[in-house]
């Protein structure tokens, strides 16, 4: 291992020159590295969307996301098929296990979906894979604003669909553009029956008739005069009095034309979902979406760029206004980070420079910073790793750990110089030194990145999560060994030079006075080591004490910086009510003074995004700067605010949340209770009762809290059954009645008008008044074969029921969820208990079955996987460090110094008042690496000095004098390496502050307790093959 | 050890969860407060129960006909041949007035066809030269003064359209609806159609209702007197049924409603709605809405 060293001074040229490859290599990385705002913690799913106009729940379910599901059964690396059959829409999710290759997944999918395709019968929808995206892929959104006020919402939206849409599909890297809002234009016929009936027509005839006189022909070409001549013929309509004037019917050569029987108008599509801002009425709108493993930074500015371009092309006074830009997380979660990561380096610099007393080691240990950076950011771009808030902050978390390394290394060569005879060639002394140090500083920073191994058996979204963290400070460590042990000898023969005093000179003042204050107290604590002990005792006495008061939860929340408002009306609110309800809600947000705008998205726009009914709004509450603010920059208190003023809305849900965080959830669907009891099952009816029943039993179970049930039901339906007998008399078939009522009531489309490459639908409906209320509904005439018209209530029941507003379904079945909290109890007997109740006292019916979730499962599994892999880490530690030090004794008093440092972790979090979360359990695990390594240099030291002879009292106080400056020093450095991540405001920085809280405290316990406990306690644990 | 400490915490850090917020599912007489600003500003309206009379109608569709007792054919009563046409299809004729002359073919003799009845051309297969038997009508005179409206009577319609009942007509574009009385129900049934008919005689002293028109109907099945009247825009369906949300001293509160004859706009509460109490007459869906606002937050559906 030394010759490494020995290699590496030999050729300093190379080793100079590989260094600044490594720097620039590593900046050009960074150049190209996509930049996210936080890692992305997607699943890795398939989402297969198909609509299917005016289809009730149970029919989507039976003939779109039936087959499509069937479809996808048995594909490779897929955990779990989840689907959603809405009214008019069928969501199938297919979650793949991750890591597979999402255009694999795609594909797969895609050759499946052929299969689905013919399952679906004709003209129940096309079912199409959503978006190439993640839920982080919806980076910008915007509305048109149009000054003039002259533009109709169709017009805006028209201009939505076929101007900026296609534009912006162009960019590269953005996969989608989806409007929303306003109305699409179409072409609507609507036929008055009484006409129909008039001239004796039906609406089939109608509708035959329209698509019979819109058509471009081509036929072949004719030759005239040695020239060829295309033969084309135009009949296409192209527009309202094209079609007004297509003949419906001849009677004795009399026509009767369309505009006889029906209203020819333009008018809007039927929607599901509508846009509004400011409490004053409707916008059009529209969201980009980014392909996956794109540069979220470069696409939007792209798509900025566009915007601008497109903005000149619109008509006079209309313009794209963007109003949520992913743009703006990401450039303020990456700053954070990033002014985190230079104040780091600037402060370790500092510290650096005060305790070398000199600028040239200072040097060589600070360029340690740049290269393991640099180093770690080639391998993230190697990797395919995205800079964001956690891998950044990786970086930025082993700043002081960085230089550890090359701090032991370079403070022994700066002593070794100093103590070393004159004679003795330099580069002799270097590698000597060099050497010396080798060992434990190897070992040292292994331990390090072997403590981050816990980490990366994380799962789910903590895994995504946190793992860009582990694998940064992986790497940057890795960096830091890389420099520690090739380039720090050589830059230290290169840069640093003997003393001027000659041998023996003088360590820096701040030092000398430090180790004069700590002298006395080290020779006390070697002298009466009961004083240790108990010191030691008493800080782990506090820690326990102080540990089950902290509070617990999963991750602090992430501050976007956009607050969104959800509302949740009624399921079965119709969408003008939610768009009223909404707007009434906008205009008393308008009221806040800080607010500038409020936009809302209510439902779903064009398929692909979003899946959200009508009943559910998302309000984006748009700020002026925060300085403007009455609390400038307080978000806490301006969340308060909105939630008041908001105030009371009678049969509406509020709550706060943000754009990410949401379509998130959203994609996880996951419940987010501790117990979860899925009840799968084929009849609604029965599903809602026995989980009624289950949930009556769940509750009487001691601990049961929050009991719940899924609700499926709540959506009124007209239903229409038709009378077989009924229909047969009169000589007709179900489908006629059927086409009716879809054509009459629903609309049919029959062609399309072209306006240039515009394309709009014809849509043939009954006029309003004539299907709108049931009574209309079961007036509506069906012509018999023998020209009778027979109302359709002579023919079919027709009555109002409530039907289901979804139905979900988990790898292929039906189930509903019964979700529940536990309080004051283990949650393993409750489960237990409360199986054991429903196996006594429910019998399911034949087919049904319950399967156990819920984040009480997650916890265990992740338990289990914990008590595994803890163990196993503090095995490798403890094998490392036998391995070091040959002794297990010495390991012993090494490993004891972890318990210490989780003390001040703990304290930590305790005065600064924070919860026992995900990132701070990161603080601890960075913890134990960082305690071991203070061990390690203090220990080693004792060792050599017991070798060399040193009775084991006097080499304790000494070699704990000695090394007083380098534990100090990577101490020092570490903690405030971590000090800007502490006191950051900016977004993302409540993830990482319990971090650095924890390890800032234990580091400061740690350090405490390595510089007075260890060389009091080493008498107990010293190497045994040495006798003193 | 310390570590065991340790897993707990990474334990209770992965696996904590945030207590969220769960509604509870009581809304049993719970009653729902809202301050008058909020009533305005959701568009809340309140009455106060009243008796009234309920009018019922139904729609069918029918046809404009001739009155087919004010109708009268024009037959020669001789054989003959055509001298003189004298009238032409719309022109209007008086009783008595000679509408044609024709050449009787046994005796040779000119003799004048007369109408028999006041009222206008509707049809005429007459032209001059030309041969007549006497089994033809080669004139119809119908007086248009007033029109017969036959509705169309299907079979679920049979038994509440009777003689006497009140009909609105109205013929679409531009035409002003007309009112007229049933005064006679066809006892028997189209057997191709299976519908019946229910007969108008309507005032057309314009002319305005013309022969052959499609017309819509607006039969008054009937008026009930009831004690309590209110608008179908105050109904909910609730779990319990279809409910009134009524405003007590606690505020409001659902009360099913037991309900007797409607139409298209109103309907007679028989229980459950007292005269004199104050409901929401409209915006009750928010009502209802706030109720179940506590089932909302479970089996969410994004």
């Known amino acids: 291992m030394s010759g490494i060293v020995h290699f590496a001074l030999q050729r300093r040229l190379v080793i100079v020159v590989l260094t600044l490859i490594v720097i620039i290599a590593g900046y050009f990385s960074y150049r190209q590295l996509p930049v996210d705002a936080f890692p992305d913690v997607s699943p890795n799913l398939v989402q297969i969307f198909t609509t299917t106009e005016g289809l009730a729940p149970e029919e989507v379910e039976k003939y779109v996301t039936y087959p499509v599901e069937a479809a996808m059964a048995g594909l490779p690396g897929v955990e779990k098929v989840r689907s959603v059959s809405n009214f008019g829409l069928s969501v199938v999710n297919i979650y793949f296990k991750d890591g597979l290759d999402i255009y694999f997944c795609r594909q797969v999918v895609s050759e499946r979906l052929a299969e689905a395709r013919e399952q679906i019968p004709e003209g129940f929808g096309d079912p199409g894979m959503g978006p190439i995206s993640t839920g982080m892929g919806l980076v910008l959104f915007y509305y048109l604003d149009d000054t003039t006020g002259t533009h109709s919402l169709e017009d805006l939206r028209s201009i939505q669909d076929w101007v900026i849409k296609f534009n912006l599909q162009t960019v590269p890297g953005v996969t989608e553009v989806l409007g929303i809002g306003g109305f699409e234009k179409q072409y609507q016929v609507d036929v008055d029956p009484a006409n129909l009936q008039r001239y004796n027509l039906t609406l089939r005839d109608v509708i035959a008739r329209i698509e019979a006189n819109n058509l471009n022909v081509g036929a072949q070409f004719i030759e005239k005069n040695a020239e060829e001549l295309i033969v084309r013929s135009v009949g296409l309509a192209t527009g309202i009095n094209d079609l007004n004037a297509i003949v419906v019917k001849t009677v004795d050569g009399r026509p009767v034309y369309l505009r006889d029987i029906a209203t020819v108008k333009i008018g809007g599509a039927i929607r599901r979902g509508v846009q509004t801002r400011n409490g004053e009425g409707e916008v059009v709108s529209g969201m980009v979406i980014k392909l996956f493993g794109s540069n979220a930074s470069t696409v939007i500015q792209r798509v900025e760029d566009k915007i601008e371009e497109i903005n000149g092309m619109l008509p006079e006074g209309v313009n794209i206004v963007p109003y949520y830009q992913q743009k703006d997380i990401v450039e303020s979660s990456v700053k954070t980070v990033l002014s985190a990561l230079i104040q780091g380096i600037i402060l370790v610099a500092l510290v650096l420079l005060v305790f070398m007393g000199g600028f040239r080691p200072s040097i060589v240990v600070a360029a340690s910073i740049p290269f393991s950076v640099m180093f770690a950011i080639i391998a993230m771009k190697q990797l395919g790793m995205s800079a964001n808030l956690m891998s950044l902050g990786g970086l930025a978390i082993a700043i002081g750990m960085m230089v550890d390394g090359t701090i032991v290394m370079v403070e022994n060569i700066d002593r070794t110089l100093r103590e070393s005879d004159p004679s003795e060639p330099r580069i002799h002394v270097v590698r000597r030194a060099s050497q010396e140090v080798l060992r434990p500083i190897a070992f040292a920073i292994a331990i390090i990145i072997v403590v981050f191994l816990p980490l990366f058996t994380l799962q789910g979204v903590e895994g995504k999560t946190f793992k860009p963290l582990a694998y940064t400070v992986a790497l940057a460590m890795l960096g830091s060994l890389v420099f520690a042990v090739l380039q720090a000898p050589v830059f230290g023969h290169l840069l640093m030079r003997r003393p001027k005093g000659g041998k023996g000179g003088k360590e820096p003042l701040l030092i000398r006075g430090l180790t004069k204050l700590y002298l006395p107290v080290v020779k006390l604590f070697v002298r009466f080591r009961a004083l240790a002990v108990g010191l030691a005792v008493l800080l782990m006495l506090i820690g326990a004490l102080v540990f089950p008061k902290l509070g617990s939860e999963f991750t602090p929340k992430l501050r976007e910086g956009t607050i969104v408002v959800r509302l949740t009306m009624a399921p079965s609110i119709a969408l003008t009510e939610s768009k009223r309800v909404t707007l009434i809600a906008e205009r008393r947000l308008m009221k806040i003074p800080e607010v500038r705008e409020v936009v809302t998205r209510i439902g779903r726009g064009e398929v692909g995004a979003h899946s959200d009914p009508v009943n559910s709004a998302e309000m984006y509450v748009l700020l002026k700067p925060k300085a403007e603010w009455r609390e400038p920059g307080n978000q806490e208190a301006m969340e308060n605010i909105i939630r008041d003023e908001l105030g009371y809305l009678p049969g509406v849900l509020s709550n706060l949340t943000q754009p990410i965080e949401m379509t998130v959830a959203e994609l996880l669907e996951g419940v987010r209770a501790e117990l979860a009891i899925k009840l799968f099952g084929d009849d609604l009816d029965v599903l809602k009762q026995t989980a009624d029943r289950i949930a009556a039993v769940v509750q009487d179970v001691p601990g049961a809290a929050d009991v719940q049930v899924a609700q499926m039901g709540g959506v009124p339906q007209l239903l229409i059954q038709p009378d077989r007998e009924a229909i047969t008399r009169y000589g007709l078939n179900l489908s006629d009645v059927q086409e009716v009522i879809q054509a009459a009531v629903g609309g049919a489309t029959s062609g399309a008008i072209f306006e240039g490459i515009r394309q709009y639908d014809i849509v043939v409906r009954y006029m309003p008044e004539a299907r709108n209320n049931i009574a209309a509904i079961k007036e509506i005439l069906v012509q018999a074969p023998n020209g009778m018209r027979v109302p359709l209530a002579q023919l079919a029941s027709i009555e109002e029921i409530v039907g289901p507003r979804q139905i979900t379904r988990e790898n292929n079945q039906r189930f509903i969820t019964i979700q529940c909290n536990v309080t004051d109890r283990d949650i393993g007997s409750f489960v237990e208990e409360a199986q054991a109740k429903i196996d006594a006292e429910i019998d399911l019916p034949v087919g049904y079955l319950t399967t156990w979730g819920g984040e009480y499962r997650l916890q265990q599994e992740a338990n289990k996987r914990l008590a595994v892999v803890v163990p196993i880490t503090l095995g490798i530690i403890a094998l490392l460090l036998y391995t070091s030090f040959n002794s297990i004794m010495n390991t012993l008093l090494i490993l004891l110094n972890i318990p210490l440092a989780l003390v001040g972790g703990v304290i930590a979090l305790w005065v600064s008042g924070q919860n026992m979360s995900v990132p701070a359990s990161v603080g601890f695990i960075a913890l134990f690496g960082i305690a071991v390594e203070n061990g390690m240099v203090l220990v080693t030291y004792l060792n050599q000095l017991l070798r060399d002879g040193v009775p084991v009292d006097e080499a304790s106080v000494k070699g704990a004098t000695l090394r007083l400056r380098p534990v100090l020093m990577t101490a020092i450095t570490t903690a405030l390496g971590l000090i800007p991540l502490l006191l950051a405001t900016g977004t993302g920085s409540e993830v990482q502050r319990p971090l650095a809280t924890v390890v800032i405290g234990g580091l400061i316990t740690s350090t405490i307790l390595t510089l007075l406990v260890i060389p009091s306690l080493y008498k107990w644990f010293k190497i045994e093959d040495v006798k003193a | ?302």
């Not at chain 2, 099913?256 to 028989?270: D, F, I, P, S, Y």
């Open chain 2, 1 to 302: 050890m310390k570590i065991i400490y340790l897993m707990m915490g990474l334990a209770c850090g992965v696996g904590g969860v945030t207590a969220e917020e769960q509604g509870h599912k009581e809304h049993e007489e719970e009653a729902i407060q809202l301050s008058p600003e909020v009533l305005k500003e959701f568009g809340i309206e309140l009455a106060t129960a009243a008796g009234g009379t309920l009018t019922m109608e139904t729609v069918l569709p029918g046809e404009i006909q001739i009155n087919q007792d004010r109708l009268a054919h024009v037959v020669p009563r001789y054989p003959g041949v055509v001298l003189e046409v004298k009238k032409n299809i719309g022109d209007p004729v008086k009783k008595g007035e000679v509408v044609a002359i024709l050449e009787g073919n046994d005796s040779l003799t000119p003799y004048p066809l007369k109408a028999m009845v006041d009222g206008v051309v509707t049809d005429k297969h007459i032209t001059l030269g030309e041969s007549l038997q006497t089994d033809r009508s080669i004139y119809s005179i119908a007086d248009l003064s007033d029109v017969w409206v036959n509705v169309t009577l299907y079979q679920k319609d049979l038994a509440r359209v009777r003689k006497g009942q009140t009909v609105t007509v109205s013929g679409g574009e531009h035409l002003e609806p007309a009112q007229g009385v049933i005064d006679y129900v066809s006892p028997t049934l189209d057997e191709r159609t299976r519908t019946g008919y229910a007969r108008v005689v309507l005032p057309n002293p314009d002319g305005t209702w013309k022969p052959g028109m499609f017309i819509t109907a607006e039969v008054q099945i009937g008026t009930e007197a009831a004690q309590v009247v209110i608008p179908l825009t105050a109904l909910q369906t609730l779990e319990e049924g279809i409910s009134v949300f009524v405003e007590t001293d606690q505020g409001f509160k659902p009360r099913h409603v037991k309900l007797g004859h409607a139409n298209r706009t109103q309907v007679e509460v028989l229980s459950g709605l007292k005269a004199g109490e104050r409901y929401v007459s409209k915006g009750a869906f928010t009502l209802k809405a706030e109720l179940d606002r506590g089932e909302m937050n479970s089996g969410h559906s994004h």
